[in-house]
């Protein structure tokens, strides 16, 4: 599966699912039913997220080796170097090919938290470094990260996409945006980037409102907002089944809009989770919005 051949040549909008790996072997066993179910709403490809620091190298492997390997699914692996040497990156590329993946989507991830880990003296510094190394070494498709309201740690906006420019310039061709709920963020983000010379697709990320107190929790840390009008609903839900209906609904009238406005594809954030996501592919196609 080569992800920016895909966007090149697809003639409608494509969904993809991400996962992270399954932390225990009780664990393992629900992934594979998660991925089995979701698999069956064949989608144009589903990735596997990666621990910084290599913390889930292991078992992000065998989870893209279970999808790619025996599933047959179309799969995209994760790799987020902070801390590692330019020789773990080595090995774990060099294992992910071995398995027939042809799309890597470049991280730089953040320090583990709550750890005693000491980045290798060699690491890099940022994404854009870690995209260079890579595209001069192999022939991954490669995908990378951006913000539509900055990164938690950019100096502004505008120097985000500065450094968004840099990674497509060191080999990405792809971008997946971290998850906003004001659309608005989104449209006026793509405007940006486009006038700053990033030409390659952007696809909005999508999150649906699981829990609130998942919701509220992530925002903080992923410095998405939450639109007042959302929040006050979000309130009102009394259980988990509220939220979770809550969140179907918004995150079908976000999809709704952003396929009006052209995206060229929707990356749902399953967060290892069933329902919401099914349920939102099912009504854009019962609508007759995505294929
Ligand atoms: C779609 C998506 C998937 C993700 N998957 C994972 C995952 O699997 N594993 C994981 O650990 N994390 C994941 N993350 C989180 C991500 O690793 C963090 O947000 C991390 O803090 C930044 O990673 P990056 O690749 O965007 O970093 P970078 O692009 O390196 O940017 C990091 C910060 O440095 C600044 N910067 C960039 N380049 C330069 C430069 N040359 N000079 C000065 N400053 C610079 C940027 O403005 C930004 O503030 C994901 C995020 C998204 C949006």
Redesign the pocket.
């Known amino acids: 599966m080569r992800v920016a051949t895909l966007y090149k040549n697809q003639t409608h909008p494509s969904i993809s699912f ?1 996962f992270f790996p399954p932390r225990d072997e009780k664990a393992e066993v629900e992934f594979t039913t998660v991925v089995d179910q979701l698999a069956t709403l064949a989608p144009d490809y589903m990735s596997m ?4 620091g290599g913390s889930t190298s292991e078992g992000s492997y065998q989870a893209v080796k279970m999808m790619k390997q025996e599933k047959k699914l179309p799969t995209v692996a ?1 790799l ?1 170097g ?1 801390g590692l040497s330019p020789d773990s990156i080595t090995t774990v590329l060099d294992r992910y090919k071995a398995l027939g993946i042809e799309t890597i ?6 320090e583990p938290r709550g750890s005693d880990f000491v980045p290798h003296p060699d690491s890099f510094s ?3 470094d870690i995209l260079k190394f890579i595209s001069d070494r192999y022939d991954f498709d490669l995908g ?2 951006g ?1 539509p309201e900055a ?1 938690v ?3 502004s906006l505008e ?2 996409i500065e ?1 968004l420019k ?2 497509q310039d060191n080999g990405a061709q792809y971008v ?3 998850y906003f709920y004001d659309n608005d963020f989104f449209y006026t983000y793509v405007d940006k980037c486009r006038a700053a010379g990033v030409t390659v697709p952007i696809i909005p ?1 999508i999150m649906p409102i699981y829990t609130a107190k998942l919701t509220n929790m992530l925002c903080k840390l992923c410095g998405s907002t939450l639109p007042q009008g959302i929040k006050k609903q979000l309130d009102n839900t009394k259980n988990a089944k509220e939220a979770a209906a809550l969140g179907m609904d918004v995150a079908f009238e976000q999809c709704k809009d952003l396929l009006a406005h052209g995206v060229d594809g929707l990356h749902f954030y399953t967060m290892d989770r069933v329902p919401s996501v099914t349920r939102i592919v099912q009504r854009l196609r019962e609508e007759k919005l995505i294929k």
Not at 49 to 52: E, L, N, R, S, V
Not at 105 to 110: E, I, T
């Open positions: 991400e997220t990666f621990g910084a994760y987020a902070f989507f470049v991280l730089r991830g953040d940022y994404a854009s990378c990260a913000y990164h740690q950019a100096e120097k985000d450094y840099l990674k997946v945006v971290q990320g």
